[in-house]
């Protein structure tokens, strides 16, 4: 199945759908790379509010991302 394909399909879900989606596909990403999920504890650890993104900054960061795709 192609890509785009799915990703219509996955706009068409409920809000709670998609959640549960989003759940599975971390969960499959964690279990690919173990790293991502060590890397990610540690951020959700993290109590500096020095080490924290803006709304702002995420989307920027999001922003560069899309564009190297």
């Known amino acids: 199945m192609d890509l ?8 068409t879900l409920a ?3 998609q959640d549960r989606l989003a ?3 971390t969960v499959l990403r964690m279990r690919r ?3 991502h ?3 990610l504890s540690r ?5 500096n ?3 924290w993104l803006t709304l702002d900054e995420l989307k920027e960061k ?3 991302e899309d564009d190297r795709s």
């Not at 951020?43 to 109590?47: A, K």
């Open 15 to 17: 809000p709670e759908e």
């Open 62 to 64: 999001l922003s560069k």
């Open 33 to 35: 790379m173990p790293e």
């Open 4 to 11: 785009a394909v799915i990703q219509k399909e996955v706009e």
């Open 43 to 47: 951020r959700l650890d993290d109590r």
């Open 49 to 51: 509010p020095d080490h």
């Open 23 to 25: 759940a599975y596909l």
């Open 37 to 39: 999920a060590e890397e």
